[in-house]
């Protein structure tokens, strides 16, 4: 590891880093802070530095990260980039100093996207259209990765099958429905709150139905109203909601209690007033239809007999939605590349439209990071002139 000197000596980047137990006993939490003094990998010879230009901000899948590179003092913050190359290695084929491009960093990578610079292998990178600014491309890319991974590889979507979308106002949920509508398929989208169900509707006029989680109608019953009894042909959820609750039963030790309420590690990051509704996984076995498919984006989701039950007598499928596979596997980084190129050429052309809610600095990624979550609809994108 080495600084470069071709940068600043003040590189700055922000991390998620370990921070002392307040108690004896307590466990380690992970704090957002700014490193004044970011040290870059040294460059390999497939290797290429890239001066960010923006990245977009999304909740960080910690359990994931610390599974994927266990051992870690510090998490990189920020992953899907956008900017102008600056330095290349000596086996680069793909591009050259002063290219822009954009990608999206592996799980493992050493460098955060919110940073002033980053060093990663070329395989990672596609070069950006000129029509589409790097804000557009750090806001969509990843959306349009998860969009793609959901109905080109997972679920065959075609022309009027009805799909739930749950976190619909959210940056990804905006994007997968308008792939759902490029694929000619009608969309039930699933809401938090009026104010998300207002939003959405102005963006997406021509949704089936916007059904806000909060209100006292059942998501079941709607969904089975609009494709007369017959339920949905796929359901995209933003996390599942447990299908019962550490209240629902009585625990004598009190010792024992603390422990189921507490989780292993807890993140000050992650002070989320309270937590996104979401349907629960038998909601979900039930509005589903014959045949039906399931994509789940919840990591411990766990099914009882009951549902495992239901979800055999309809033949359903259930699938996982972890786009970071492409980069994990070294066998998909071909397709994986192509994928990309085909989300931003779907953003030229207007099929996708990546809503930025708000753009900030790289000094306030680490406030905006403890609200990420509360926001109703659209992307936060770190913007960041970079001193040469």
């Known amino acids: 590891m080495k600084f470069y000197n071709t940068a600043a000596s003040r590189m700055r980047g922000v991390y998620l880093s ?32 890239v001066q960010i230009k923006a990245c977009g901000l999304s909740r960080i899948d910690t359990k994931t990260v610390l599974q994927v590179v266990p051992n870690v003092d510090q998490i990189p913050v920020g992953n899907e980039i956008s900017g102008v190359i600056t330095k290349v290695g000596d086996a680069v084929k793909m591009f050259s100093v002063g290219d822009e491009v954009t990608g999206i ?11 002033e610079y980053c060093v990663l292998p070329e395989h990672f990178l596609v070069s950006k259209p000129v029509s589409l600014s790097h804000a557009d491309c750090a806001a969509g890319l990843g959306s349009g990765l998860r969009a793609y991974t959901a109905f080109h590889t997972q679920v065959p979507v075609v022309p009027g099958n009805i799909v739930l979308i749950t976190g619909a106002a959210s940056a990804d949920g905006v994007v997968m429905i308008q792939w759902c509508e490029y694929l000619g398929a009608k969309v039930i989208a699933a809401v938090n709150s009026p104010k998300e169900a207002e939003i959405l509707q102005k963006l997406q006029p021509s949704l089936l139905r916007v059904i806000d989680l909060s209100g006292s109608q059942s998501i079941v019953d709607i969904c089975l109203q609009e494709t007369g009894g017959l339920g949905v042909h796929c359901v995209i959820d933003n996390g599942a909601s447990a299908s019962f609750y550490l209240s629902d039963f009585l625990i004598d030790s009190a010792t024992l209690k603390q ?58 499928s259930l699938h996982f939605m972890f786009p970071a596979v492409w980069t994990l596997s070294g066998a998909q980084l071909g397709s994986y590349l192509g994928v990309l190129e085909q989300v931003l050429k779907h953003m030229e052309d207007g099929v996708i439209k990546p809503y930025i809610y708000k753009s900030v600095g790289l000094g306030e990624v680490c406030q905006e990071l403890v609200k990420l979550g509360s926001y109703g609809t659209g992307k936060i994108v770190m913007k960041i002139e970079t001193r040469s």
């Open 18 to 49: 370990y921070v002392p137990a307040s108690s004896e006993g307590g466990k380690r939490k992970l704090e957002a802070r700014i490193e004044e003094h970011v040290m870059l990998p040294a460059l390999e010879a497939n290797d290429v530095t």
């Open 105 to 115: 960093l592996p799980l493992d990578s050493e460098c955060p996207g919110c940073a």
């Open 259 to 316: 422990q189921l309420e507490q989780e292993p590690l807890r993140y000050t990051y992650e002070t989320d007033p309270s937590p996104p509704l979401s349907p629960t996984s038998h909601q979900i076995g039930s509005l589903l239809a014959a045949r039906g498919h399931w994509v789940s984006s919840q990591p411990d989701l766990q099914l009882d007999p009951p549902l495992s039950q239901t979800l055999y007598l309809k033949g359903a």
